[in-house]
């Protein structure tokens, strides 16, 4: 099966950078998403990773280290809009669905 | 970006009834579908997925009767809750997966089971 953990919260003040990390345990490992999720909405695609290194997508990006299980998501340049819960997924080598963390609630404050 | 839609995006019912959420794919062909369910303040949750013109794969604990998938076409899949309960009530959404790998997820169908 897979796990991930990804911290519960995170504030942090406008036109800052956070990271928010993810650890993952998983029998077959395809890649790693992110996804931003605001209050009553659904998912949105944010970045994915197959391979290590980093992604870069805007103000947003995407880092992967596979020997260390482990990734992280980095916004820069915060804005009040970022407020929102982010969550890291695991895409297995099987049927290739996602398996979600439990999301990070990004407060960003004035 | 790849559009997915869902039908309905809210819906109330009674308990006993049965409801069907659609999730179409717009402008991309998806041979496999997956639907997902999250309870408030909580990650998604696989239910099942659904392959186009097979039998849905379902996770562990999700009753296969309870919850029919039907997928029938490349850009179309329906989830039906059959004589749902209050503990039916979630947000119930579908992604859909294009070529490059990538999900993309419908807006969400909210039930209420009342």
């Known amino acids: 099966g897979q796990s991930l953990e990804q911290p519960s919260e995170v504030t942090a003040v406008e036109g800052a950078i956070v990271q928010i990390n993810c650890t993952y345990q998983?029998?077959?490992?395809?890649?790693l998403s992110w996804y931003q999720q605001h209050d009553g909405g659904a998912p949105t695609f944010l970045s994915y990773?197959?391979?290590?290194g980093l992604e870069e997508t805007g103000r947003f990006s995407s880092f992967l280290s596979r020997s260390d299980s482990y990734g992280y998501l980095l916004l820069q340049e915060l804005q009040m809009k970022d407020s929102a819960s982010y969550f890291c997924?695991?895409?297995?080598?099987?049927?290739?669905?996602?398996?979600f963390g439990s999301g990070t609630r990004l407060q960003v404050q004035p | 970006g790849a559009v997915v839609s869902q039908h309905p995006s809210r819906v109330i019912c009674k308990s006993g009834t049965s409801v069907k959420i659609e999730c179409r794919s717009l402008?991309?062909?998806?041979?496999?579908m997956f639907w997902y369910r999250q309870f408030p303040k909580q990650s998604l949750m696989l239910m099942a997925t659904?392959?186009?013109?097979?039998?849905?794969?379902?996770e562990q604990g999700v009753e296969k009767d309870k919850f029919l998938i039907n997928h029938a076409s490349l850009t179309l899949s329906t989830l039906t809750v059959t004589s749902a309960h209050p503990e039916d009530s979630s947000f119930y959404i579908c992604?859909?997966?294009?070529?490059?790998?990538?999900?993309?997820f419908g807006p969400g169908t909210r039930l209420t089971v009342l």
């Open positions: 992604s859909a997966r294009d070529q490059a790998d990538t999900q993309y």
């Open positions: 998983t029998s077959g490992f395809y890649g």
């Open positions: 990773n197959a391979l290590d």
């Open positions: 997924a695991v895409t297995d080598t099987g049927r290739r669905a996602l398996t």
């Open positions: 402008d991309f062909q998806a041979t496999t």
């Open positions: 659904s392959n186009e013109g097979s039998k849905a794969t379902y």
